[in-house]
DNA sequence: TGGACGATCCCCT
DNA sequence: GGGGATCGTCCAT
């Protein structure tokens, strides 16, 4: 499987959000690599009441106007971090939310992450064969199994340790669409995607 | 300089 | 299904 090129992330927001699903994120951590299927996402447009941009730019939002490609993770609610894919061409803010991966490769590794500080009695091999759900079925999940944090954030999608691969994946119940989660503003969009009777789409 | 709020999660009922 | 945790960001004084 080869790396999405950067016309990929070009393209218009909605459509790059739907064609993330099925792509394989992956994380080089300590040398080995963390590797999850997007099963979920959602799209944050320009003129967009619910974006971080929608204001303009500004410090914290400064990498969604950078060039499509780029890895846009912002800190929230005081404890969380949220991990975007940046869309379109520079200058324009823009991006993708990736709301939840199926786990796939390194998910022994990916349990430490998110479990460390809390005493788990199930043996991690044994976990890693049946990984709990709540492993990476939310954004701020996903960013803790993987470790992206603000050291992360501007991380060029096509020159570095976390890219995104293509690959052919095809639900069988298919890809549903709905309004976004957890906000307010501009509501009535729906612009959440996410693979159909997926376990690890959230809510 | 301060206050309101948030693209969430977890635990409790 | 509801509330608390917790703090960076932004805008209004």
């Given amino acids: 499987m080869k790396k999405l090129p950067r016309s990929f ?13 099925g792509k394989h994120l992956v994380r080089v951590y300590k040398g080995k690599k963390l ?14 009441a619910a974006s971080h941009a929608f ?11 950078s060039k499509g490609g780029h890895l846009y993770v912002y800190f929230t609610y005081g404890m969380h971090f949220c991990a975007n894919v940046v869309t379109r061409e520079e200058g324009t803010g823009e991006a993708v939310l990736i709301r939840a991966i199926e786990p796939l ?8 992450n998110r479990f460390q500080s809390q005493a788990r009695p199930t043996a991690t091999s044994l976990a890693a064969l049946h990984p709990p759900t709540n492993l990476t079925n939310g954004p701020a999940k996903l960013c803790q199994a993987l470790r992206l944090h603000r050291e992360q954030n501007g991380t060029d999608l096509l020159d570095g340790e976390i890219y995104i691969l293509d690959a052919p994946y095809f639900p069988t119940a298919g890809v549903g669409t709905s309004r976004r989660t957890g ?10 995607f996410f693979v159909k009777g997926n376990r690890w789409v959230s809510r």
């Fill in 35 to 48: 590797i999850g299927r997007i099963v979920e996402t959602e799209a944050y447009c320009e003129n967009d």
């Fill in 105 to 112: 490769e390194g998910i022994g590794l990916m349990m430490r």
């Fill in 9 to 21: 992330y070009l393209r218009p927001t909605l459509q790059v959000a739907r064609d993330l699903l």
């Fill in 183 to 192: 906000i307010v503003k501009a509501k009535e969009k729906k612009w959440r």
């Fill in 55 to 65: 204001r303009g730019r500004t410090n914290r939002n400064d990498v969604m106007f």
